[in-house]
């Protein structure tokens, strides 16, 4: 008999062996369940490990579902275990992940044009490794493609989906607050000339 | 242990251009052209003294700032008294959208550092439950050695047959050698025409026969056989001619 409780139970061992983000349409077949109602269980089960705030959390990634381990657990774990082979980005594979990731999808040439220099290598590379991939062709001439991120993006960022890209709105602002006070400037030398 | 060296090179153009900038103190909408310019140009001799390559487009920013310094040296008033855009315009706003990405880039970082101090788990390997689990063989040490010599022999044979196989490839028939058989046909030949198949191997390949076409057309030249063909696609028949200079008159190829 499948009640609730046994519903969440699987869908516990499916995530604990699943390992990589589960999604959630797969467990909801597996149990004979709506995608819906499969979706608040999953919920629900989030919120009570955060709530006893265990040692193990369950993150959301793309409207799939995975086990990781707490934050703060991080130093602990490190000390415990041989160091972890990090998963250090170039400054220039940082550069080029920004502009695909905000401006999606984009072409090689809109990068290009924004950096000032070609990005061919790093977006290769970005390419093998998983985390940008191609997304059809854009109407402009020549076709070119349109790049955008992966599912292995958002979970090496750790986004539960792309709006949950850092925010810098409040840097934009500082440079609207800065672009007035210079037409204002400017405004001022041309009348100097005229007189 | 990794040992990492941190250089500091510039990303492109813009990143240096910015890093001047800032570093002038100026407001990137309001450059004082003609002293970046200067720095800039500078800044781009010392890369090539330490010999970095320079990219072009470093100089193409170059020239671009240059021509910004004639323009800025113009008067801004056309002669309606209209007020024409900064001519730096165009570059603060290339500059703007590059810092922005340059501080998104920074926010990803910090977001991927925070990313990592979460573990997760690889999938597990299910194969075993799946039924398509590995074969397990049951033998002592005997027979495994047995299996792992078969095997060897195998493995040997199957190398020295391909060593052959490459020595046959390079010996095969030559034209001199295929139109010989053909004269030797030719001997044996009791009618005046035999079909071209008759001067093919019994187990003829794509090779022998282009061989043995060549073969025939090198001796119809020398005027040694002749050929005849009712129509396209049809039996090609073969005159024998036994020594080079009989019945000259018949040697016609028709296709």
């Known amino acids: 008999m499948t009640t609730k409780k046994t519903i969440k139970s699987a869908f516990e061992s499916m995530m604990f062996v699943w390992g990589e983000p589960l999604d959630v349409k797969i467990a909801a077949d597996a149990m004979g369940v709506a995608k819906p109602e499969a979706l608040e269980y999953f919920k629900e089960l989030q919120m ?26 991080f130093d602990y774990i490190r000390s415990v275990c041989t ?25 090689k040439s809109e990068i290009d044009s924004i950096r000032g220099v070609k990005s061919d290598r790093v977006l290769d590379g970005l390419t093998r490794k998983g985390l940008v991939e191609e997304r059809g062709r854009s109407a402009a001439i020549g076709r070119p493609v349109l790049y955008g991120t992966t599912e ?17 709105e409040d840097i934009e602002d500082a440079i609207q607050f800065e672009e007035e006070k210079t037409v204002v400037e400017i405004r001022q030398t041309s009348l100097n000339l005229e007189q | 242990m990794s040992y990492k060296v941190k250089l500091n090179i510039f990303e492109g153009p813009f990143d240096l251009l910015v890093y001047l900038i800032e570093n002038a103190e100026m407001s990137i909408y309001d450059i004082r052209v003609s002293e970046i310019t200067a720095q800039y140009i500078r800044h781009i001799e010392l890369m090539k003294e ?49 810092t922005r990405f340059k501080k998104r880039a920074a926010a990803l970082e910090e977001q991927l550092g925070y990313a990592m101090t979460k573990f997760a788990k690889p999938k597990e390997d299910l194969t075993p439950y799946t039924g ?8 002592d040490m005997g027979e495994f050695i047995e299996a792992f010599k078969a095997f060897i022999y195998k493995k040997q044979k199957s190398e020295e047959l391909k060593a052959m196989h490459h020595r046959v490839e390079r010996e095969r028939m030559s034209v001199a050698a295929k139109k010989k058989t053909i004269r030797q046909l030719f001997r044996k030949a009791k009618n005046r025409f035999i079909s071209f198949r008759d001067l093919l191997l019994p187990d003829s390949d794509r090779y022998d026969k282009v061989i043995t076409f060549v073969s025939l057309l090198e001796m119809i030249k020398a005027g040694l056989a002749g050929a005849r063909q009712s129509g396209n696609f049809k039996e090609i028949e073969v005159e024998v001619k036994r020594n080079g200079h009989d019945d000259e008159k018949n040697n016609q190829i028709s296709v």
């Open chain 1, 152 to 168: 292995i993006f958002l979970t090496n960022f750790d986004l539960k989906t792309i709006k949950d890209l850092p925010a810098i």
């Open chain 2, 50 to 98: 330490q010999d970095v390559m320079v990219g072009a487009e470093f100089l193409v920013l170059a020239a671009t700032l240059i021509e910004l310094k004639s323009k800025m040296l113009l008067p801004r008033i056309k002669v309606d008294g209209e007020i024409e855009e900064d001519p730096r315009a165009e570059l603060a706003q290339r500059l703007i959208e590059y």
């Open chain 1, 83 to 107: 160091p972890v082979r990090e998963r250090r980005l170039t400054q220039a594979a940082l550069e080029v992940l920004a502009i695909v990731a905000y401006k999606q999808p984009v072409t």
């Open chain 1, 48 to 73: 009570e490990y955060d709530e006893q705030e265990r040692g193990i959390r369950i993150r959301e990634i793309n409207g799939k579902f995975q086990f990781v381990t707490d934050e703060s657990n």
């Open chain 2, 132 to 139: 398509e689990a590995d074969e397990y063989l049951r033998m």
